[in-house]
């Protein structure tokens, strides 16, 4: 079996299961948020079950519209709060945790070999620990709370090898930019996307993060990497509850994928998804004469302390555009914390950069930042759909946090290396 | 519900994602009936005035791609939308929109095969649907029981609270 198989198979107390079949799994965590727990929370009541099947199993985090932007994000917020103390279920509030998918394994929510669920379809993210994580609806994640169960068809696997060594300014959001051009949104649905390879033994677990985070933009049920060493010491200290054996989380030898790609980094330039589609992928040389109005670093995708670094090193010294916004979400309070120590949040503030509190941000246009029409926005985050970010006429561009750094200074859409040159 | 239904179709293209079908700027409101105003907005504003009298959406590729929020199918269903057929979808919403008991089922072929405006009616438990004004006919797999089970209880709530009473 490969590690996705094994996983379902233990939470659903088989000995070996098969892609295609249908299993009924434990489920060993859930995590809903502001915008997708108060349905949750409303069909939860009409199940007529008065108490969660085990609110150690469940989390709450508020993230998308926080601080409270309107006063019915307030409103839900409230739910949010009542609920969470109703069930003795840990929350995560404004200024205690920040976006929920950095906030769960930051926290130590996250386990290897466990089956989570959150009704948030980036949930995949998790999948960098070794966790079998995937995206659910409200009304099922209520099912979850009143049962602990779900059902999960076992999915075809692909596996994702990856060799050679990222070039300077080339990152790991390149890398999964470049997996979505070639496979296609649709290119993974229903499928597991394994990623393997010496280059992602390599990776640092927030580039894991990335490629797992946006394993969903293809269509992908999860996104799964091997835990190993660089896994456990960033685990330790975190997680209270035992880790599981690593040798037991890996794929078999004759484990049975439906194919196998191979990718090579070491030719690889800085990538860009232009708009609407995050497979309109190309190298950011290529992208032409692009004027911006806003940059974006920040989100699930980006937004974690070496992505910050990243940008801090491409802004140094050198000032946003002046007809150019730029916004900086650290992902957590913790990356929050660190990047201020580490002198970054000066380094963007000199820039001319904002810095906002963490939370969602722009990202899914129901906050902070949004987007005029005919407007133009660089961004870290996951999607770039019509309408994303505020108006249906503005449009969204998906790069890696060197490339939007580098495009807030120039005013376009620039490749971090041509800005390092000039310099 | 009801396991057999008709309707004129309105048809999108491929990829159709959660955040046109629902704008993230409309996930605070809580009234299905008020997020129904939006449905489709950010590819047709006036989608939920078409989608009125009761209509059957078709849509090609990886319908329903994207965000997990279940305000997207809720939308659909609310503002008019009898049952969606695509050449596939994306699992979240595919799932979103049984548990919430709006009808989804994959159609190979459809896609071709139907213009807005045409008659389709949809046989649920036989798995038939036919293109009345093309005279086209197509056979799909059925939904596994536990799903027409769901669909036929009106929503996974519906369907848990029925088989909880029963234990």
């Known amino acids: 079996m490969n590690i996705t198989e094994k996983m379902l198979a233990k939470a659903s107390g088989k000995q070996v299961v098969y892609s295609g079949e249908i299993v009924d799994a434990n489920v060993d965590m859930i995590m809903v948020h502001d915008l997708t727990g108060p349905l949750a929370v409303e069909a939860f009541k009409k199940i007529g079950v008065q108490k969660i099947w085990d609110n150690q199993k469940a989390v709450v985090i508020l993230d998308h519209q926080v601080p409270a932007e309107s006063v019915r994000a307030a409103e839900l917020h409230k739910t949010m709060r009542q609920f969470a103390q109703d069930q003795k279920i840990r929350i995560y509030d404004v200024g205690r945790g920040g976006i929920c998918h950095q906030v769960m394994p930051e926290k130590g929510h996250v386990v290897p070999g466990t089956v989570i669920v959150g009704a948030d379809s980036h949930t995949c993210t998790y999948g960098a620990f070794g966790a079998f994580a995937t995206g659910i609806g409200s009304t099922e994640a209520a099912a979850v709370f009143a049962t602990g169960k779900i059902w999960l068809k076992v999915p075809e696997a692909i596996k994702i090898n990856v060799t050679g060594e990222f070039q300077k300014y080339v990152t790991p959001k390149d890398l999964i930019l470049s997996i979505i051009g070639r496979m296609g949104v649709d290119g993974a649905t229903y499928k597991s996307t394994e990623f393997t390879g010496p280059t992602i033994k390599n990776m640092s677990i927030a580039g894991r993060m990335t490629l797992c985070n946006m394993a969903v933009e293809m269509g992908a049920k999860n996104g799964i990497i091997e835990p190993d060493e660089t896994t456990r010491k960033f685990l330790e200290g975190r997680t209270s509850k035992a880790l599981p054996n690593f040798e037991s989380l890996k794929s078999d030898k004759d484990a049975v994928y439906e194919r196998t790609i191979e990718f090579d980094v070491s030719k690889m330039e800085p990538q860009i998804a232009c708009p609407s589609s995050v497979d309109n992928v190309k190298p950011v040389s290529e992208a032409g004469n692009v004027q911006i109005e806003q940059a974006f670093i920040g989100s699930c995708t980006n937004g974690r302390i070496e992505d910050l670094r990243l940008a801090a090193q491409v802004l140094k010294g050198k000032r946003v555009k002046d007809n150019v916004r730029a916004l900086v979400i650290p992902a957590s309070q913790e990356v929050y914390k660190q990047a201020l120590n580490e002198g970054l949040l000066e380094i963007f503030t000199d820039a001319g950069a904002i810095v906002c509190g963490s939370a969602c941000g722009p990202c899914l246009g129901g906050h902070i930042g949004l987007l005029a029409a005919d407007e133009v926005c660089v961004s870290t985050s996951n999607r770039n759909f019509i309408g994303r970010m505020g108006s249906t006429k503005a449009s969204v561009y998906l790069a890696s946090p060197a490339t939007v750094a580098a495009s807030a200074v120039t005013g376009k859409i620039t490749d971090p290396r041509k800005l390092e040159a000039k310099a | ?167």
């Open chain 2, 1 to 167: 519900m009801n396991m057999k239904i008709k309707g004129p179709a309105i048809k999108f293209g491929n990829n159709i994602d959660t955040d046109v079908i629902l704008p993230g700027q409309f996930m605070t409101l809580v009234d299905s009936y008020e997020l129904a105003k939006h449905a489709l907005s950010g590819l047709d504003p006036a989608f939920p005035d078409k989608a009125k009298k009761g209509i059957i959406v078709v849509g090609g590729k990886n319908f329903g791609c994207g965000s997990s929020r279940e305000q997207a199918p809720l939308a659909l269903k609310y503002a008019g939308v009898k049952c969606v057929l695509a050449e596939s979808f994306a699992r979240i919403f595919f799932r979103n929109a049984i548990n919430i008991g709006l009808p989804v089922i994959e159609c190979k072929g459809i896609f071709n095969e139907v213009e807005t405006g045409d008659e389709i009616t949809v046989d649920f438990e036989a798995g038939k649907i036919e293109n009345i004004s093309k005279d086209k006919k197509f056979q799909v797999d059925k939904l596994p029981p536990f799903m027409l089970e769901i669909l036929a209880d009106g929503g996974l709530i519906e369907n848990l609270r029925r088989r909880l009473n029963k234990k």
